[in-house]
């Protein structure tokens, strides 16, 4: 329903798209993961034909979108990034337009809208102008219009970013209803949880080319194996606690440090016995511990495996070679050593 092949997007000289490809069949959820910078939006630009690639071919419910755009615009329902809804229309209104333009009846479009006002739980400010909305419910007006046609692909760009949580789950059952209809849905985000959560197949974009793609659970393989977070109840004995860590995983690479070293991370490839011998070795040297955890991986760890990032922003054309690029004040954690996270599973 989706294919992008080799498709390379360029904005002046800075290369966002550097030669991009991606399906996704019917009844799929592909999710795209990246962080700033990576690529996202313009993917999603380049599939519902708002922007024409310089390279490469996009096809969307089988017609190609150079070639026949209006087609590919008529099976596409799109929530972009920000939301774009008419702020002078109240949110039935919205809907209901969204549904004649798409070339439903008058009755199915105020039923369909009527629908979406539900799930979406904008019944109590239907009749308010758009424009008098929260962020929130603006979002999820955007969200409701994208499927007020039932097109066979839907692309929500960042869907759940700036909803409360039950706006987000309204929007994940809204995500799994589609998919199960046999719905093609494209959907990009910043949460990992999310891509877990919804997406049949990932793929994670860095530098405007997919760097790894498989399900959540290939990803996290990928990953390595369990980790093992430690917070040493001196922080003072951060390094110290470090190279303990490293030794009893296994010196497989060095520990992930948070700034202030108030929490430390190795692998755990011997999962218990990683763990059994991590707490046996810092009580040997002394050290006391305030909390330790073993952990299955997350998809955190996959973009700090992948990127040397933990999911903040990248520079554009960031180029460090993977090395860890987080700045001192950022909360996030950084790599405590140079060479451990290098870029792997780099796909061409
Ligand atoms: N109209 C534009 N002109 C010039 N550069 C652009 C334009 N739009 C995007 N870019 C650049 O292209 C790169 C990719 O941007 P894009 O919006 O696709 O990223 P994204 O992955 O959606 O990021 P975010 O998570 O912040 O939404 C960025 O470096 C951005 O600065
Ligand atoms: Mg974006």
Redesign the pocket.
């Known amino acids: 329903m989706i294919r992008l092949e080799a498709v390379s997007?360029a904005?002046?000289s800075?290369r966002?798209?550097d030669g991009l490809s991606l399906s996704a069949g019917p009844g799929e959820v592909l999710g795209?993961l990246?962080?700033?910078?990576?690529?996202?939006?313009?993917?999603?630009?380049v599939i519902s034909t708002l922007l024409q690639p310089d390279a490469g071919v996009v096809t969307v419910n089988g017609h190609d979108a150079a070639t026949a755009p209006d087609a590919v615009r008529r099976s596409i329902g799109l929530s972009g990034?920000y939301a774009a809804v008419d702020e002078k229309l109240t949110g039935y209104e919205n809907l209901q337009m969204v549904g004649r333009l798409y070339g439903l009846s008058r009755r199915d479009a105020a039923t369909r809208a009527g629908e979406l006002l539900e799930h979406f739980r904008l019944e109590p400010v239907a009749g308010k102008r758009a424009g008098q909305y929260s962020g929130g419910m603006r979002r999820r007006l955007d969200l409701a219009g994208a499927l007020v046609a039932r097109p066979p692909v839907v692309v929500l760009?960042?869907p759940t970013t700036g909803l409360d949580p039950r706006g987000r789950m309204d929007t994940w059952s809204a995500v799994r209803s589609l998919s199960a209809e046999g719905t093609c849905v494209l959907l990009?985000t910043?949460y990992l949880e999310e891509a877990d959560q919804l997406a049949d197949n990932i793929a994670v974009?860095d530098a405007?080319r997919v760097i790894a793609e498989g399900t959540a659970q290939e990803l996290k393989d990928r990953a390595g194996s369990a980790r093992i977070d430690v917070v040493p109840a001196d922080s003072t004995d951060s390094e110290r606690a470090a190279r303990v860590l490293e030794r009893a995983s296994g010196n497989i690479e060095p520990a992930v440090v948070e700034a202030g070293g108030s929490r430390l991370g190795v692998p755990a490839p011997r999962g218990e016995a990683t763990l059994a011998a991590a707490l046996d070795q810092l009580a040997a040297a002394g050290i006391p511990v305030a909390e330790i955890s073993l952990r299955r991986p997350t998809l955190d760890d996959v973009f700090l495996r992948l990127t040397g990032t933990n999911a903040v922003?990248a520079?554009?054309?960031d180029e460090n070679g993977g090395a860890p690029n987080a700045s001192d004040d950022t909360p996030e954690p950084v790599a405590a050593g140079v060479g451990g996270h290098g870029r792997q599973g780099v796909r061409s």
Not at 34 to 45: D, I, M, R, Y
Request: proline letters at 7%; aromatic letters at 6%; hydrophobic letters at 25%.
């Open positions: 997007q904005y002046g800075f966002a798209l795209l990246g962080p700033n910078g990576s690529g996202k939006t313009t993917t999603v630009k990034q760009d960042e990009t910043q974009l405007g922003p520079g554009a054309g």
